[in-house]
């Protein structure tokens, strides 16, 4: 079993940053690729950003690349989100996840096996 829990949602204007941490408990945390989620009331999960189990590779979500970036620290078991330049639309309950590394940086929830319990992002206009 891995434990996550994330921390860092909050609101904020337009423009502004977040930055979210997601801190993982349980198994070996290096054995995971991670990826973040968001779902916005009445849509569907999406898959925001990705990262490999030694972080050398990430992945993103056209919606958000070059505005946010996922980093790991595997001594401190934790995977970080940073969002830049916040929009309306990136208003969302993020999630981190775990995935078994063979499904390093895939969009798809259902290769995720560990989730947390989400945290609230709302970005006003």
Not at 34 to 45: I, S
């Amino acid at each position: 079993q891995v434990q996550l829990v994330e921390s860092g949602g909050g609101l904020v204007q337009a423009g502004g940053s977040l930055r979210l941490s997601c801190a993982a408990s349980g198994r070996t945390f290096s054995n995971y690729a991670m990826g973040w989620f968001r779902q916005a009331p009445g849509k569907e999960r999406e898959f925001v950003a990705a990262i490999s189990w030694s972080g050398g590779r990430t992945y993103y979500a056209d919606s958000v690349k070059g505005r946010f970036t996922i980093s790991r620290d595997n001594a401190k078991n934790t995977v970080y989100l940073q969002m830049n330049s916040l929009k309306p639309e990136d208003t969302a309950v993020y999630y981190c996840a775990a995935a078994p590394k063979v499904y390093s940086g895939s969009y798809y929830p259902d290769k995720y096996d560990y989730w947390g319990q989400g945290t609230q992002v709302t970005v006003s206009s």
